[in-house]
């Protein structure tokens, strides 16, 4: 089980610095989380790029069944997603909302990807990283990180 739990661990470890990376914001300042091997509810927010092809919450959900099979029904996953959209487009506020996508409880993390445009100008920098902040004191608040 410890096994399990450390390749859990990193894997949703480096599905969250590829989302990051891919947004094309600078470095994430990365915290060790003691808790990620039992990350069961992940929210995955994003446009269609995270959505093509039968949706990276899919696929991340069976990987780690995969590597998890006792404990699947305890893997929801869960994936908002606006076509074309920027990060700013989403109503995180709604989304955190107990029962709002059908989970009673709080997601252990939450992977936002932003429009792949936002590093062509400062302007569109500028609103990422303020959005990115915004979004991240709202989590905070809202004491989703449990």
Avoid: C, W
């Amino acid at each position: 089980m410890l096994i399990v739990k450390k390749t859990i661990s990193q894997f949703l470890f480096l599905i969250i610095l590829f989302s990051a990376s891919y947004s094309g914001a600078a470095a994430p300042i990365v915290k060790p989380a003691n808790n990620l091997g039992k990350a069961t509810q992940l929210l995955f927010v994003g446009n269609s790029h995270l959505y093509y092809n039968d949706s990276l919450h899919n696929h991340v959900r069976r990987m780690v069944i995969k590597i998890d099979k006792e404990n699947k029904k305890k893997y929801k996953y869960k994936a908002a997603m606006i076509s074309g959209a920027y990060l700013d487009h989403h109503n995180m506020s709604s989304y955190l909302t107990p029962g709002q996508l059908g989970l009673k409880n709080p997601y252990h993390y939450i992977i936002m990807q932003d429009n792949g445009s936002t590093s062509l100008t400062e302007d569109k920098k500028k609103r990422h990283l303020k959005t990115v902040k915004d979004f991240s004191q709202k989590l905070e608040k809202q004491d989703h990180y449990q």
